[in-house]
């Protein structure tokens, strides 16, 4: 599996305000899953999450992750990202959920009340599907 | 986190051929993921993998999985369901990889070749996002 640099075709999908899925691993050792917002920024990938989330301790605990974007347009291309949290910071602010809100809503982040976490991830390895194949190789027309 | 049985608008969710993700963890304790066909049948998820998949390994020695389904018409609304694979058979025929490719593409699946595997994953617990917010507690209006 790749490494980065990514390539300027995966960079581009990347900086698209996509649908994405950030997997952690919970502390009894079983995946996390859910829906998120992030923006590519500086060659790492940024998150920001609610200071009260569960998965705040998960990857406190435990800070691999794996990050995948689906190409909004068409989610036969999508990129799995693996890495890890690098560095949490409390988003003072909202800064960086605003610059979140703007890419995917055009808008500031309505809720001003509730603090958040800012996640970098670094990326250590990378997967690319484009029309139902891995660029590393043939091996099937479905994703996955 | 709330246990089967899953309420009704979700399991309308999960009857629509969507983009889904899937997280498992791989044989290091690092979180994987990838995009994935799936079907919810019989109370459980199908999932269909080529049989040459390294995540075949990872599910044969832990089977925890997350698998995060995103509505295809509004990605806001999501569930993310946590469960085990409780079976691994050879797709004789392709039996179940047609059924997907007939759910997703409106045809049979054109490889041949391949030989896959079906999985079948029970759901533990889940979580459901509508419109920003957690069925389970209003706390932020971005996913995650």
Redesign the interface.
């Given at each position: 599996m790749p490494e980065p640099p990514l390539p300027a075709e995966v960079e581009a999908l990347l900086r698209k305000p996509n649908?994405a899925?950030?997997?952690?691993?919970r502390q009894d050792?079983?995946?996390?899953?859910?829906?998120?917002?992030y923006e590519w920024r500086g060659g790492r990938i940024l998150?920001?999450?609610?200071k009260?989330?569960a998965?705040l301790r998960f990857i406190r605990a435990?800070p691999?992750?794996?990050?995948?974007v689906?190409d909004?347009d068409d989610?036969?291309r999508?990129v799995?990202l693996?890495g890890r949290v690098v560095e949490l910071c409390d988003d003072e602010g909202l800064a960086d959920?605003d610059a979140?809100?703007q890419r995917y809503l055009a808008t500031p982040?309505?809720?001003r009340a509730?603090p958040?976490v800012t996640a970098w991830v670094d990326i250590d390895r990378w997967?690319f599907?484009n029309s139902y194949r891995e660029t590393e190789g043939l091996?099937?027309?479905?994703?996955?």
């Amino acid at each position: 599996m790749p490494e980065p640099p990514l390539p300027a075709e995966v960079e581009a999908l990347l900086r698209k305000p996509n649908p994405a899925v950030v997997a952690s691993i919970r502390q009894d050792g079983t995946p996390h899953a859910v829906a998120t917002w992030y923006e590519w920024r500086g060659g790492r990938i940024l998150l920001s999450m609610d200071k009260s989330r569960a998965r705040l301790r998960f990857i406190r605990a435990n800070p691999a992750v794996a990050i995948t974007v689906l190409d909004g347009d068409d989610w036969y291309r999508s990129v799995s990202l693996f890495g890890r949290v690098v560095e949490l910071c409390d988003d003072e602010g909202l800064a960086d959920i605003d610059a979140l809100a703007q890419r995917y809503l055009a808008t500031p982040y309505p809720d001003r009340a509730h603090p958040r976490v800012t996640a970098w991830v670094d990326i250590d390895r990378w997967s690319f599907w484009n029309s139902y194949r891995e660029t590393e190789g043939l091996d099937g027309v479905a994703p996955s």
